[in-house]
């Protein structure tokens, strides 16, 4: 059975920060990691999609790495900015099913 | 439409009535999926529709729920007498592949249910 886990599960910084989320997986035999982000009160927003085949994607400030062997993925947030201010959340598909398997997620908070 | 459309966003029931929720997919997606969020609490599975094949109704928790979707349009969750347990916010996300085409998942607003 496929886990996902996401760490930490909170955190806060100040504004300006480079930081780093964690997510990791039980299951390698994966398509793709995605990354979403929610706000409260709201739906998840897209952020990244990595293909099992690639090591990383980048997006702006954002840059997501995919180490499907370790089962590991790490969202690094450049420039930190209250914006920021989220729910993470990681999910990865089984290789076999139609399910997407969501981590619990990492709430951030950017301070000004 | 630009993204992927629910209605109603709020809705409030009294325990043992039937609600039925919309979703609205992105236009060309083939895959579905209806996912329900507890307050504080992560993403469950609930039902999954691609194209025309038989859908994948393991998520569904009691026979109380129910999904259709016609064709590669409009899909509605029903849930049958309501319970207070049932009370969550029911998302629904769309790709224009199911996910072994590896396909990136978009999110709608989400339907927030209450039953008292």
């Known amino acids: 059975k496929q886990e996902v886990t996401q760490i930490p599960a909170a955190l806060s910084v100040p504004e300006g920060e480079n930081l780093v989320l964690n997510c990791s997986f039980t299951?390698?035999?994966?398509?793709?990691l995605q990354w979403f982000r929610q706000d409260p009160g709201k739906g998840l927003t897209s952020l990244l999609l990595?293909?099992?085949?690639?090591r990383e994607q980048t997006s702006g400030r954002l840059n997501a790495s995919l180490d499907k062997s370790s089962g590991r993925s790490t969202l690094y947030i450049a420039a930190s900015q209250p914006g920021d201010s989220a729910t993470y959340l990681c999910?990865?598909?089984?290789?076999?099913?139609?399910?997407?398997?969501f981590g619990a997620g990492t709430i951030l908070r950017v301070k000004s | 439409g630009a993204g992927v459309s629910q209605s109603p966003s709020n809705k409030v029931t009294e325990k043992g009535k039937d609600v039925e929720l919309r979703c609205d997919p992105i236009s060309g997606h083939t895959a579905l999926y209806w996912y329900r969020q507890r307050l504080g609490q992560g993403l469950e599975f609930l039902i999954y529709f691609q194209g025309n094949s038989a859908p994948d109704k393991s998520g569904l928790p009691s026979d109380r729920f129910s999904a259709e979707r016609t064709g590669e349009s409009v899909s509605t969750l029903t849930i049958q007498r309501t319970q207070q347990e049932d009370s969550a916010v029911y998302l629904c996300a769309s790709s224009r592949t199911g996910l072994a085409g590896a396909g990136e998942l978009f999110f709608g607003e989400g339907s927030r249910l209450t039953v008292l």
């Open positions: 999910a990865v598909p089984m290789e076999y099913g139609n399910k997407l398997v």
């Open positions: 990595i293909q099992s085949s690639q």
């Open positions: 299951d390698s035999a994966i398509y793709n």
